[in-house]
């Protein structure tokens, strides 16, 4: 084969929706001037502000003094009422305002520059539960998605040392791409093939990844990942084709999954005639799939997730992929886990490094530009954090997002935290919460309970969560989608 350099395009071509959402730009729905509630009146005594108009009544356009006024004046008085931390700022991850990068932060500087503090509404695991819940206790390490460490040059690894490319659920030509700046994860699914090597797609769906570019597709029934693991195990054990030293120098408890796949626990072999009844793949082709991974010098490849890792009990593949890797030596030459997403492919987090301080229940360091510990809510508990207080919190466990350390998952904390008042004011910059994230009528309710004095948004278009605010602030977009 001829050589071949691969450089990353000077130019990215945008996909069609992030071409359509340019659109909202001039959207008929597009807040292009502050406005306020019509029964809101922030002179009025908390106790007399009509919250259960918040959804129903309209806005009518103010001018950016009365905008300014009213926002200041109600920093002040919640601040001198109750504490700078009774503001809660809705202002995590998948924001789209006013900043020139994706992440939101702007809020939280201002408002412990000026105020001393806030509240801030964190992610947690709710997107990537089956590796942080589930592999990470595999791996016994931490600080990770519960995928491997170092994605920068597994990539290059595949490409100099790689055979065969696992595509599980990996959907690089659509995935990343409405995620990151562009569709480098779809390049470099083009430079595999470029470069010889083959690629076996295991989906429930023929997905765009699979048709382009895949040599073999392995329909699999959705939720049996499981079996089909466990199958490619059994595989490799009883014709001794799994990595015996690797396992012996690497690995801590193999034993005790040998006995389970072999039936030895609970009178189950998982063979592949036994997983072919689940999954719906047959015998025959999951004896080949095992014997290729063992022959061959193999990856596995993912996006950005999706229901195999996201979905109910998701703990489980996540755990039996791993040790499905574990078995062919993870980490050797062109054997690695490859996160086909722009930032974990090319970017990596050189500015997220996310730690969780040893203090009172309070909250993560270094994310969005936060320097000092603060309370926090996670973001699917935000509703019953909302309508917490001091002599009712609300308890959770494990802290926020999915690259804390794997430790965090066993420690108890509430909102709010001991000595911190309870919510009174919100201030969001993150949109979609009523129609698109957990609860939201749970979320409607707690904007609408009597507590909640003041609700301001800073929004692109009057929809959605914007429609219960009492003050509206315009934003420009971001450069992502102009």
């Not at 082709?285 to 979905?311: D, E, Q």
Request: aromatic share 14%.
């Amino acid at each position: 084969m001829a050589c071949k350099v691969f450089k990353a395009p000077l130019k990215i071509t945008p996909t069609y929706y992030a071409q359509a959402y340019k659109g909202r730009i001039y959207s008929p729905a597009r807040v292009k001037y502050p406005l306020k509630r019509v029964d809101f009146d922030y002179k009025a005594p908390p106790n007399k502000r009509n919250v259960e108009g918040r959804g129903k009544s309209g806005f009518v356009r103010i001018t950016w003094e009365e905008a300014y006024e009213i926002l200041l004046s109600e920093l002040k008085r919640i601040k001198e009422t109750y504490g700078p931390t009774a503001i809660l700022v809705q202002g995590d991850v998948h924001g789209e305002t006013k900043t020139i990068h994706i992440r939101p932060g702007a809020i939280y500087k201002f408002l412990y520059e000026m105020f001393g503090g806030c509240t801030i509404q964190t992610r947690n695991p709710d997107s990537w539960e089956g590796y942080y819940w589930g592999a990470k206790h595999v791996w016994g390490m931490d600080e990770t998605q519960g995928l491997t460490k170092y994605q920068l040059n597994a990539y290059y690894d595949f490409m100099l040392n790689g055979e065969l490319a696992l595509f599980w659920g990996c959907d690089s030509e659509t995935t990343p791409n409405g995620h990151g700046p562009g569709p480098m994860a779809s390049v470099a699914t083009f430079w595999l093939k470029d470069a010889g090597k083959k690629i076996v797609a295991v989906a429930p769906d023929a997905n765009y990844t699979t048709v382009v570019h895949a040599d073999k597709w392995i329909p699999v029934l959705p939720n049996t990942d499981v079996e089909l693991y466990l199958a490619i195990a059994y595989v490799w054990i009883t014709e001794g084709t799994y990595d015996k030293q690797y396992v012996e120098t690497h690995t801590y408890g193999f034993e005790h999954f040998k006995k389970y796949v072999l039936g030895e626990e609970d009178g189950i072999p998982k063979t592949p005639k036994w997983a072919e009844q689940i999954t719906g793949v047959p015998a025959r082709t999951i004896k080949a799939l095992a014997r290729a991974w063992a022959k061959k010098t193999t990856s596995m490849f993912h996006c950005n997730g999706g229901p195999t890792i996201r979905g109910p009990y998701a703990t489980e593949p996540a755990r039996a992929e791993t040790y499905c890797l574990a078995m062919q030596g993870i980490g050797k030459p062109g054997r690695q886990q490859i996160k086909m997403h722009e930032w974990g492919l090319f970017v990596g987090w050189p500015f997220w490094n996310p730690k969780v301080m040893p203090t009172t229940g309070a909250g993560t360091r270094g994310i969005m530009g936060i320097q000092a510990t603060t309370p926090f809510i996670l973001k699917t508990l935000t509703p019953k954090g909302i309508l917490a207080t001091p002599d009712k919190p609300v308890e959770w466990y494990a802290a926020a997002l999915a690259f804390a350390p794997v430790e965090e998952q066993f420690k108890k904390y509430q909102f709010p935290p001991e000595g911190y008042p309870d919510i009174h004011m919100i201030w969001s910059e993150t949109p979609c919460w009523t129609t698109c994230w957990n609860g939201g009528n749970a979320l409607v309710r707690a904007f609408r309970n009597p507590k909640v004095e003041f609700y301001v948004v800073q929004r692109i278009t009057l929809e959605d969560d914007a429609l219960f605010a009492d003050l509206i602030l315009p934003v420009t977009q971001h450069s992502k989608t102009t």
